[in-house]
């Protein structure tokens, strides 16, 4: 395939508190410094949350990273760790760009 990244979703996790928002909700800006190692790094090139109700966002990694290692990174989250995030990591692949 040309161009697959494998694409990481979040999503409210069991300790996730009603009623607060995102950036309120415990663990959150330390999954945001979890990710900033790989924005440092070279290895993250887009990220952020989604802003509808439904929560959650998604971490897009540059090309080249594998399944494995996004996965692992992935579950080394701490908000993962602690349940206020669940993730899941799905191929993607790029069919149109610029």
Avoid: N
């Avoid at 966002?57 to 540059?62: L, Q, S």
């Amino acid at each position: 395939m040309k161009d697959t990244r494998y694409v990481v979703f979040h999503r409210p996790g069991p300790a996730w508190q009603q009623g607060k928002s995102m950036f309120e909700q415990p663990g959150v800006m330390q999954h945001v410094q979890h990710y900033r190692q790989w924005l440092i790094s070279g290895k993250l090139e887009l990220g952020g949350p989604h802003l509808d109700a439904a929560g959650g966002g998604m971490m897009i990694p540059v090309a080249g990273i594998s399944e494995e290692e996004v996965q692992r990174f992935a579950l080394e989250d701490p908000a993962v760790k602690d349940g206020t995030l669940l993730v899941e990591v799905r191929p993607w692949l790029i069919g149109m760009s610029k």
